[in-house]
């Protein structure tokens, strides 16, 4: 597609309840990236996939968060027994994967646990 | 915890003015990379320097690199209203520059 694309674009859920948001990169974009960024701060590495595989799940915060990326393009990123904490804008950003490259991002999942 | 500092968190200026905001950070990097977010959805790639590189021009906008220093600055001259956003420093660190560590972010609002 022309550009990332992520949805929902807003998802309210209930404490306690399993989420998937979805990431659609740039067509040809090996490298797929989620961050996740709180009112008023900078975007907080979550994991970055090299194709099908995580290459860095360092910023997954606990056992709860997990992504996955079958087929090598779309990924999602899914949350077991959401909590308030988990509130935020999550963002899929894609890239071409080679070293030093630019970052394409996506408009972001706003996701409120209430 | 986050890499890159960005002084000052907030910027006031009036249009036509240059602004200019720095980046700080910690350890080595590959490259430094600048982004724009407006209302707090996606951010938008303006600008990226690697570590052999002093300075780098696109447009209004300037980026030195002073990798002595640790730091960066992104310039913008004759600011307009819709420069109006958060600017981001993001550093690509040698071990997996792939992936970036961003910064906390400044707040530019350009008053017209």
């Known amino acids: 597609g022309a550009g990332v694309s992520q949805t929902p674009s807003n998802k309210v859920t209930e404490k306690g309840k399993y989420v998937e948001l979805r990431c659609d990169p740039i067509?040809?974009?090996?490298?797929l990236y989620w961050y996740r960024q709180s009112l008023g701060q900078g975007p907080e590495f979550l994991i970055y996939f090299q194709g099908t595989g995580a290459a860095d799940d360092s910023g997954l915060p606990n056992d709860r968060f997990f992504a996955v990326r079958p087929e090598g393009s779309v990924s999602t990123l899914k949350i077991q027994r959401t909590e308030r904490g988990d509130s935020a804008v999550y963002l899929c950003a894609s890239s071409l994967g080679v070293q030093g490259g630019g970052y394409t991002f996506g408009s972001g999942t706003r996701l409120t646990v209430v | 915890s986050q890499q890159g500092e960005e002084d000052p968190q907030a910027l006031s200026i009036q249009e036509g003015e240059n602004a200019t905001m720095n980046c700080s950070y910690k350890t080595s990097i590959n490259n430094l990379q600048w982004y724009r977010q407006n209302s707090g959805r996606g951010l938008v790639h303006l600008i990226l320097?690697?570590?052999?590189?002093r300075e780098k021009h696109s447009g209004r906008l300037r980026v030195t690199l002073d990798t002595s220093k640790k730091s960066s600055s992104l310039l913008i001259t004759a600011s307009r209203a819709a420069d109006t956003a958060s600017y981001f420093c993001?550093?690509?660190?040698?071990?997996?520059?792939?992936?970036?560590?961003f910064g906390q972010g400044t707040r530019l609002t350009i008053n017209p």
């Open positions: 320097i690697r570590s052999n590189e």
């Open positions: 067509s040809g974009h090996t490298a």
């Open positions: 993001a550093t690509g660190l040698i071990q997996g520059a792939q992936k970036l560590v």
